[in-house]
């Protein structure tokens, strides 16, 4: 059974920083792309960042570039997002997914809170 289990979110002041980290399962993680995908209360679901399964290349959407950083350690089936210089258009509830033989797989989310 695939697993994600997302962790590392909270409360952070405006200009603070967070990392999120994500814990796979059930699938061999280092054959695939992961990505982090993000809602805002009342929106819809925003793609962050993309990591190629040996990790050598990435992606960011425009409005987190330069801020925040993705990365994977395969040894230990995680995925991670370090963000930086957070907003508070940057709150959200952040979910990792991937995608594996035609089937989505998402984890149960991590709140993140920007907030003076």
């Known amino acids: 059974e695939v697993q994600l289990v997302e962790s590392g979110g909270g409360l952070v002041q405006p200009g603070g920083s967070l990392r999120l980290s994500c814990v796979a399962s059930?699938?061999?993680?280092?054959?695939?792309?992961m990505n982090w995908v993000r809602q805002a209360p009342g929106k819809g679901l925003e793609w962050v960042s993309t990591?190629?399964?040996?990790?050598?290349?990435?992606n960011y959407a425009d409005s987190v570039k330069g801020r925040f950083t993705i990365s994977r350690d395969n040894a230990k089936n995680t995925l991670y997002l370090q963000m930086n210089d957070l907003k508070p258009e940057d709150t959200a509830v952040y979910y990792c997914?991937?995608?594996?033989?035609?089937?989505?797989?998402w984890g149960q989310g991590t709140q993140v809170t920007v907030s003076s």
């Open positions: 059930g699938f061999t993680f280092s054959r695939y792309f």
């Open positions: 990591i190629s399964s040996g990790g050598s290349a990435t």
């Open positions: 997914y991937t995608n594996r033989l035609g089937a989505g797989y």
